[in-house]
């Protein structure tokens, strides 16, 4: 599966901005799917992730509360709602989808549990 983020870009602290993954399988409806972030000097973390049907999500405790994940196995997007951006939450952020043919739970927080990776898109929030 291919997968093209986008929506970053520059927001002041206290805003909102909406992160859109755009997927190009047919079996899009067999991934969970996750959300994960890179600052610059720092690991990639884990930020949300969504199972096949998007009856399940589970966020980092960082954004819990904030930022809302959904998916739309229609049009093969997943969504990031971002709301009370924070200095901290300035990061290239990725999309990724880890493959489960039969299980229904959300994805992993560990990004190796994924095998496909977005582009990443920036997202600064100043303050």
């Known amino acids: 599966v291919q997968l093209q983020a986008s929506g970053g870009g520059l927001v002041q602290a206290g805003g909102s901005r909406r992160l859109t993954c755009a997927a190009s399988?047919?079996?899009?409806?067999?991934?969970?799917m996750g959300w994960f972030r890179q600052a610059p000097g720092k690991e990639r973390e884990f930020v949300a992730t969504?199972?096949?049907?998007?009856?399940?999500?589970y966020y980092a405790d960082s954004v819990k509360g904030r930022f809302t994940i959904s998916r739309d196995n229609v049009k093969n997007t997943v969504d990031l709602q971002m709301n009370s951006l924070k200095p901290e939450d300035t990061a290239v952020y990725y999309c990724?989808?880890?493959?489960?043919?039969?299980?229904?739970?959300?994805?992993?927080?560990?990004?190796?549990?994924?095998?496909?990776w977005g582009q990443g898109t920036q997202v600064t929030v100043s303050s």
């Open positions: 399988a047919r079996t899009f409806s067999r991934y969970a």
């Open positions: 969504i199972s096949r049907s998007g009856g399940s999500t």
């Open positions: 990724a989808a880890d493959w489960q043919p039969v299980s229904g739970s959300t994805g992993s927080t560990a990004p190796q549990s994924y095998g496909f």
